[in-house]
């Protein structure tokens, strides 16, 4: 059964860290991202990573904040989110797929096959 396993998220102030994690089981997959959704608005791609070649891509919004990384043999990826802000404030997703993607297709959630449950992400100002 494929499964993916978010971590609990978290509240804090503005300026503050974050991290995620998301565990797989069940398949390898070869591209995993984090998306996130905020209140009335379209789930947006926030980073993703090519597993096998540990390529990252970020959104322009995230660059130089937010780190994507990978645990190979415990099929687990981690999103470290610094310097947090109210607007990073969303339901944070962690997706998969069995193929590998580009930066483009990769920030695209019809790309992705498998879906977290999600986990909820706060900053106060």
């Known amino acids: 059964q494929v499964q993916l396993v978010e971590s609990v998220g978290g509240s804090v102030q503005g300026g503050g860290f974050l991290r995620l994690s998301c565990t797989a089981s069940g398949y390898m997959f070869r591209f995993m991202g984090w998306f996130r959704q905020a209140p009335g608005k379209e789930r947006e791609g926030v980073a993703a990573i090519y597993l096998g070649a540990a390529r990252t891509y970020y959104a322009d919004s995230v660059t130089g904040r937010f780190t994507i990384s990978q645990d190979n043999p415990e099929n687990t990826v981690y999103l470290q989110m610094n310097n947090l802000a109210p607007e990073d404030t969303a339901m944070y997703y962690c997706?998969?797929?069995?193929?590998?993607?580009?930066?483009?297709?990769?920030?695209?959630?019809?790309?992705?096959?498998?879906w977290g449950q999600g986990t909820q992400v706060t900053v106060s100002s």
């Open positions: 997706a998969a797929s069995l193929f590998v993607l580009s930066a483009d297709s990769g920030s695209s959630p019809e790309e992705y096959t498998s």
